[in-house]
């Protein structure tokens, strides 16, 4: 039992205490607000295509803080849209920054994040130019009004044929036994594009049971940082006739399965215009959510993607 003169000095301590915690309790730090939205890209429906978080920066973000914010949003992307001079405005500037993040890591190219920036612009803040210039890690890409949705202006990458035997390991770990026509690869966005049989149809890439728990254990020297499956659309006459499929897998960077992917089709259109001897085709991602593609390639050596977009989400986040 406690004697009346320490029951006396721990309660003249803790009163102690608690007036250094009143007098030197640390200062609340600014809170940060910025606008945000979620655009559904490569659909005109909202709940399909492949949603992207947009970020409007007014002001320099801290470094760290682009990759906290997409660990948050937890989307395979979370763009952001930076002024790139004091005196820019959303609303009436032409030409602005932009970054793309992973939940794991910054990216050098991302189309559908890149469509829902335009998106939200257009839509939303009611930017006044018909084509919005965006400096990014790749260069200067263009996104233009059209009807139906927008148009990105996208670089081409060409493949080059792959040895089987390299990347079997790979293969079967995500996609076992299933026939293979065909192996490319893309050094410029390190993908290994996979073609699968032409036996095959829609409904079995739909269905197929992808593994994409060991595929970094698999390959992990660096090489390969997404896999491509795809697949011949079907023949002319069709109901609804598509030029190609695909499916995207990118565990690598933190994304199991991209539901719709631009830079997996600046891979894949070139490859499809040489197969086919097209350049105006059409493309269909099956994942659960699935999203439409028109392509165009260009005499300059790009490729015009279109997809509508549907802003889902507008808000503030506040850190």
Partial sequence: MFSFEKQHSISRSLKNNKEWSVCHRPEPSRTMKLPIFIADAFTARPFSGNPAAVCLLENKLDEDMHQKIAKEMNLSETAFIRKLHPTDNFAQSS????????????????GHATLASAA???YKINNMNSTLTFTTLSGELKASRAEGGVVLDLPLYPTQQQDFH??????KAAIGDTLVQDVRYSPDTQNLLVRLSDSYDRSFLETLKVNTGT???VENTGKVKGLILTLKGEPAGHTQTFDFYSRYLAPWLGVAEDPVTGVAHTVLSGYWSQQ????????FQCSARGGELAISLRPDGRVDIKGGAAVVVEGELTA
Avoid: H, Y
């Fill in 120 to 122: 939200v612009l257009f």
């Fill in 95 to 110: 030409c602005f920054g932009l970054r793309w993040f992973t939940p794991a890591s910054e990216v050098p190219l991302c």
């Fill in 215 to 217: 595929l970094t254990q």
């Fill in 166 to 171: 390299e990347v079997e390991n790979l293969i």
């Fill in 276 to 283: 086919l001897g097209k350049k105006d085709m059409r493309a």
